[in-house]
């Protein structure tokens, strides 16, 4: 019969078959270490009881003040052995040698750091402990011995095994909370989990407040107490301890732990090394890597391949110290700087992310001039068209890689702050063009008109002589090359597509034709070319929804030349959604197999740029192509693409014409069940957008396609 397993010593399997195979290979001492609350005595002592018969414990007090002599501490082991101890601590080592030759004992050393000084080594008023590891370590002996700390052994003349033990798993926490009758399939229980780190301390703690406090509700629990992680007294002085002791001991890996706090560990869940050295501004820089190693060998800094991280109880507490201090601004700045300058050229989303780190460092500091200035930053990327204008803006690099609301969200928060026109402008502009994607149509209406007029304004204090760099805080080595004449005008164009898209998206057909209209009749600076064939594919796509006798071939054909001939002239957003709309417009027009190949061509372009929201459009159009040919099978792979797509985008726009589209899909393959769970998705998506006259439209595509 299988042994029966204690819920209240959880997941730690892995823990007891690694020390049991250290013991194989014939270890003698075995540190086990970790930061407070992970459950290193616990451990020690379940698996000392398991593996001997006799366990001695050699108890190191709490404070260092309060630590025991050697001598006294050997005389009562050996009475406790059945020996008489020596009248000199030589004699006394060396009978608990012969001792330990004879018998299988396990020893266990509780709590050692307070006898560690800041290296490693036992401090100078107990040296002598040094000679009992010599003896607890020697070969001969047939003991174990197990030595818990928070901090690293290094005693040159001792030979030790370190074991690093990690926190608890989720499961473990699971059966723990099970064993106490809580509930463990709720998200706050991972919440809890993920927030102390799988901490077996505050495990046990937590489970009994919630317990006596809030009726075994771990919900409420989570809900009251996520924004206090110290609500528990017990676990608020278990770290203040560590961290005292590591400001009495070295005080330069002390300011270097609260100055980690001043990182997120969100999007970017680590920071790599020299982001740790960049915050030891103080510090030789010979000495860095040292700095690093204390925090290390203390278990107060996790680490994987040189990259590093604090867990959240860590991390609240040393940002709570940080915020109080004289160098909090200088510590964010430091930081800041270093994600910059981590990310000259952005490729990935990864990247993308990173450089953002700057402006939540800014933002903490209420610099929203320079967290301004790390929205419309230009970078240098792979799309070498942005090369002429010094790197494309890292607004527009999110656009293109869609997390939207994130960028509004930041946007929102500098934009009422910052003092350049120029930089207010271009982020009235950028908020216009998320609003679209994200389906908040009348607010990015707003938001183009606010950038447009804010531009007239500017032309007319006649202050654009000097050049822009959208925003006064780019990096120095990265400079905008963008005229002023260029800049003004390329933002009232793109304001003025921004609405006319809107319009297209809402139904406002005729509103949306004078719009383009408009930008099609002014005379444009060369190097913005792009918006007036932009222009033209926008009113061709329009044109063919509901004017088709005024669309004319030549126009369509002029359009698709562009398109065909001129790629490199045209912005990877115009182009790809060139082929995008022109195969719209063909499809409109009948003129299947030209739009596939348009489609395709999208999809392509989309691909190259990273614009996965056209990409995801042009998907759904090859569903409707399919469609139309009665190959559902491809019809509903592409549209199964597509969706998945724009939902990782929140692209509400094209989400619910997807959904529209698929809806249609089903119904012309008579499952009528699912194509009306897709139009009624489609339905709920425009009314959120306050679309009523795409509603009417839906309505009218399926009356018509059930006749």
Known sequence: MPPEIDPSFVGREEAIAHLQELIKRNAKIIVIQARGGVGKTTLARRFLHQEFDQVLEFPIA???????????????????????????????????KRKLQRNCIGILIDNLEPALDSAGRLIEPHRRYVEVLRILADPSVQSTTLITSRERLREASVTVETYLLRSLALEAWQTFFASRSLATDTPALEALHNAYGGNAKAMEIISGAITQDFDGDVDTYWQDNQDDLFIERDLEDLVKEQFERLQAHNLDAYNLLCRMGCYRYQDVPTVPVEGLFCLMWDVPEK???RVVKVLRDRSLVEFSDHNYWLHPVIRAEAIHILRSRQDWEETNEKAARFWTISTPKISTVQDALIAFESYFHYLSIFNFNAACGVILMRRTSKYEWYASDGGELLYN?????GFPRKTINAINSVIQEVENDFSSAALWLGLSIFYVITGDLCQSIDEAKKAANLIERIELSKSTTRIVEEGSYIHPSNKAKVAPKVFLERVKLASLMTEALCHIYLLNLEVAQSVLEEVISLEILPENEGFYTEAKFSLCLLLSEYKRDELKTSMVDEVEGTLR?????LGEWCRGYGFLFMGETRRNLGNLGTALDLYKKAIASSEESGYRQIQARAMTGLAQIFRIREE????????????????SIEAKCDLA??????????????????????????IELFSEMKAPKQVERVKKEIKKSDV
């Open 632 to 647: 559902f099978e491809k019809a509903l792979s592409y549209h199964s693409e597509a969706e998945r797509i724009l939902d």
């Open 565 to 569: 001939n001129d790629e490199a002239l």
């Open 62 to 96: 709490k404070e260092t003040k309060d630590i025991a002599s050697i001598e006294s501490l050997l005389e009562e082991k050996l009475r406790q052995l059945g020996e008489e101890p020596g009248r000199e601590f030589i004699v006394s080592c060396d009978r608990l």
């Open 397 to 401: 690099i999110t656009r293109r890689f």
């Open 287 to 289: 000495e860095h890597k």
């Open 657 to 682: 014409e997807s959904h529209l589209q698929l809806g249609l899909t089903y119904r012309e393959m008579k499952n009528i069940d699912r194509s009306n769970s897709n139009i009624q998705r489609a």
